[in-house]
């Protein structure tokens, strides 16, 4: 069945980094905006990254820009965040997800159509 699925999550020290990939199954994600948000434990989730489907433009949050870069290979069907400088609150579920709906709705959950199971982030020494 359709589906998106998350990988890469780890343990990893604090300053480390981690690749996460998240990948399509029975479906193309070139025209789809691809997000990544996370939840920590007690808080509710929220988006991290963003990448258009056209050019392939990438968006952050403060709290992760310049430590975190999402890109995607339509080629392997699949959207990559390389985390690195990780901190300790970096520690949560990621999930990836994909919309079809227009780029300026990317912060809505609801504009996105499928979901991933969630990869676990844990930063600690």
């Known amino acids: 069945q359709v589906q998106l699925v998350e990988s890469g999550g780890g343990l990893v020290q604090p300053g480390g980094s981690l690749r996460l990939s998240c990948a399509a199954s029975k479906f193309t994600l070139d025209y789809y905006t691809i997000g990544w948000f996370r939840q920590a434990p007690g808080k509710e989730r929220e988006g991290v990254s963003y990448i258009s489907p056209s050019d392939g433009s990438a968006y952050y949050i403060d709290s992760v820009k310049d430590r975190f870069t999402i890109t995607r290979d339509n080629a392997e069907n699949t959207v990559f965040l390389q985390m690195n400088s990780l901190k300790p609150e970096d520690t949560a579920v990621y999930y990836c997800?994909?919309?079809?709906?227009?780029?300026?709705?990317?912060?809505?959950?609801?504009?996105?159509?499928?979901w991933g199971q969630g990869t676990q982030v844990t930063v600690s020494s």
């Open positions: 997800a994909a919309s079809r709906r227009q780029l300026h709705l990317k912060t809505w959950e609801g504009a996105y159509d499928y």
